[in-house]
């Protein structure tokens, strides 16, 4: 499957399982028309970006600056600065860029976007 309909079936997958929390979805274009990353639009005004690569990086991003000032994201990108983290490359920012730890997430998209939105909705619910 290539990314553009992995994006449109992690689209779907979202809309469809998460309508509490989703409220749009969007998957966003390079200028050459080329899918660059899903956007999912949350009810509080918040968005989570997921970045799929054929290379296999991988970004789960939960973009709160604006509304609570945290950011969440699992991703895969090598960063010197995250070795001492015990899976890297992978690993998770939590609450803020300063802050990795270990990512324990799955590396199977659907799967991995399921775990981040049910990530996602508890904090939610929990007004945070």
Do not use: C
């Amino acid at each position: 499957m290539g990314i553009w309909q992995t994006y449109k079936a992690l689209e779907q997958l979202a809309l469809a399982n998460f309508a509490d929390i989703v409220v749009a979805a969007q998957v966003m274009l390079l200028p050459s028309g080329d899918p660059l990353k899903l956007r999912l639009q949350l009810l509080d005004d918040s968005f989570i970006d997921v970045y799929l690569s054929a290379k296999g990086r991988y970004s789960y991003h939960w973009e709160r600056r604006l509304t609570t000032g945290d950011v969440y994201r699992h991703d895969n990108a090598p960063h010197a600065r995250w070795q001492f983290v015990s899976t890297f490359p992978k690993h998770f920012h939590d609450g803020s860029e300063d802050n990795a730890r270990e990512s324990l997430i799955t590396d199977d998209p659907p799967s991995a976007l399921t775990e981040f939105l049910a990530f996602a909705r508890q904090k939610l619910q929990a007004g945070q």
